[in-house]
């Protein structure tokens, strides 16, 4: 039972890896045939982490195409950063009671590091969610953390990062910087002004990118 239990939760972490990175994109086919034989495993732990996938909303079952990763409509999209400008904002605020100065000087470094990726928005993606986990984790509120984590994975069926819209970086980059001194000023209101704004922003900036794709033909079946 326990190597069965290790199996599929090898195959689980693998699965949810691959649609994390964008390898399994937004509306790919996901097939245990080839699972199975990728992971050198019997079909039942890929089957049983397909069905953990399903309960998250990573994968989805659709007629006549079986098990696909999970893509997201306007309306889907809209409800998800509109939710995450609220938590956002929220563990902006805390983190400007509770952060320790190691937590703040660590987002300064990690917003420092962005500039020299300037051009290549795949690396500045990877850079931007570890700058957000580092607010989350500065906010010291595990429910709120564990909260916006999840919304982390729902955001991976976006496909991908919204930093490939032109001019993005740059004010990406300007609102870190803003959210991070409301946080050194302890100034809860700012600090959760900025996160909002900065969200709001990456919205405008994905439904932009969602028009270029659909304009360009990319997602059609």
Known sequence: ??????????????????????????????????????FSVSRTPVREAISR??????????????????RLDHQETMELYDLREVLEGTAAAFAARHASQAEIDE???????????????????DLNRLFHSVLYRAAHNRYLERSLLGLRDSMTLLGGTSLRVAGR????????????????????????????????????ARLKLMREELLNGVGDD
């Not at 917003?111 to 290549?120: D, R």
């Open 1 to 38: 039972m326990t190597e069965k239990r290790s199996r599929s939760g090898l195959a689980y972490d693998t699965l949810k890896a691959a649609i994390r990175s964008g390898a399994l994109a937004p509306g790919a086919r996901v097939r245990e045939t080839e699972l199975a034989e990728q």
């Open 53 to 70: 996938l399903e309960a998250e909303g990573l994968i989805s079952f659709v007629p006549r195409h079986g098990a696909i990763v999970s």
């Open 107 to 125: 987002l300064h470094e990690l917003v420092v590091s962005e500039k020299p990726l300037a051009g290549e928005p795949d690396k500045l993606a």
């Open 169 to 204: 970086y740059e004010t990406a980059h300007g609102e870190h910087e803003a959210i991070i001194a409301a946080i050194e000023a302890r100034d809860a209101v700012a600090a959760e002004t900025a996160a909002r704004a900065h969200i709001r922003n990456a919205q405008r």
